[in-house]
Nanobody
Framework: QVQLVESGGGLVQAGGSLRLSCAAS????????MAWYRQAPGKQRDLVAT?????STNPADSVKGRFTISRDKNMVYLQMNSLKPEDTGIYYC????????????????WGQGTQVTVSS
C-alpha cells in the first residue's frame, strides 16, 4: 500500500547537475528514515546518502561536497552537482515507514528506480 516513485533522472554531461525527487504515498503514519541508493550495471547497490526524521544527513564519501539530500513531508530530494561518469547508474529511493501510530513495526519500501547517465 506504500509506494515510492522516483523522478528527475536523465542524461547529463560531466560537470552538470540533476535533481532527483521521490514521492511517498499510501498508508503512511510517519517516515523515520529515507535514503538514496544507486546501482551500476553488474554491480551491487550502494548507499548514496541518508536522512533521518530529525533531518540529520549522511552522504557517502564518494558524493560528499557534490550531492545534497533533503526532505519535505513525504518527499525526499537529491541535488546532484558536479556529476562524474562514475555517478552513472539507476538511483533508488528507500524509506522505512510506520503505517500505524505507536507501533514498533516498520516497513521497508523501495522505489522502482530512475536512470542517471553521465557522459564523459
Amino acid at each position: 500500500q506504500v509506494q515510492l516513485v522516483e523522478s528527475g533522472g536523465g542524461l547529463v554531461q560531466a560537470g552538470g547537475s540533476l535533481r532527483l525527487s521521490c514521492a511517498a504515498s499510501g498508508r503512511i503514519f510517519s517516515i523515520d528514515f529515507m535514503a538514496w541508493y544507486r546501482q551500476a550495471p553488474g554491480k551491487q547497490r550502494d548507499l548514496v546518502a541518508t536522512i533521518t526524521s530529525g533531518g540529520s544527513t549522511n552522504p557517502a564519501d564518494s558524493v560528499k561536497g557534490r550531492f545534497t539530500i533533503s526532505r519535505d513531508k513525504n518527499m525526499v530530494y537529491l541535488q546532484m552537482n558536479s556529476l562524474k561518469p562514475e555517478d552513472t547508474g539507476i538511483y533508488y529511493c528507500y524509506a522505512k515507514i510506520a503505517t500505524a501510530p505507536l507501533s514498533s513495526v516498520r516497513v521497508d519500501v523501495w522505489g522502482q528506480g530512475t536512470q542517471v547517465t553521465v557522459s564523459s
